[in-house]
């Protein structure tokens, strides 16, 4: 059990540092909402090594530590309906074998930022920024590519040194 609890520990502190470090780097495109997901590869790793149980609390903690710690309120309500919305799509993706953790990781980051463009038309009554869509859809892809190959190369690292969750 205190294994388990580590694990959780310091996949948690992972996403939340992923998180911070993202947050340091100019956007990789001059729009708005366009971000690398690099807290979505810890997430991925989690999901694939742990289980999706484990993966949901773990994206729990990291979106909630890190709306209190970076983005606040607003922030929190973006980043749980990405969050939530891309961990649906993700477990379900997965439980399709041809999907792969990339294809799982290119549904996840398409999602996310459909889910995040809904709530922000939502919250600003500005129905205008579903025009933004292609750009973020484009952005899930390419994006979600990079994160699931670096989710994929550290599984693999994981699984050669014998950790067991």
Do not use: D
């Not at 956007?27 to 991925?44: D, E, H, M, R, S």
């Not at 190369?153 to 699984?159: A, M, N, Q, S, V």
């Amino acid at each position: 059990m205190s294994k388990k609890v580590a694990f959780y520990g310091v996949f948690a502190a992972l996403a939340i540092l992923m998180g911070y470090v993202e947050s340091l780097f100019p956007p990789p495109v001059p729009v708005q909402g366009v971000k690398l997901g690099l807290a979505n590869v810890i997430v991925l790793i989690a999901l694939y090594f742990m289980g999706a149980k484990a993966a949901l609390g773990i994206n729990v903690i990291r979106v909630v530590i890190s709306a209190l710690l970076f983005s606040g309120f607003s922030g929190f309500l973006y980043s749980i309906a990405g969050a939530g919305v891309s961990f649906i799509i993700m477990v379900l993706a997965k439980k399709i074998k041809s999907s792969g953790i990339i294809g799982v990781s290119v549904l996840g980051g398409v999602a996310h930022n459909i889910a995040q463009i809904g709530v922000a038309a939502a919250v600003l009554n500005t129905p205008g920024l579903f025009y933004y869509l292609p750009v973020l859809i484009i952005s899930g892809v390419v994006m979600g590519v990079i994160t699931g190959i670096a989710a994929r190369y550290c599984l693999t690292h994981i699984e050669k040194s014998g950790f067991k969750y």
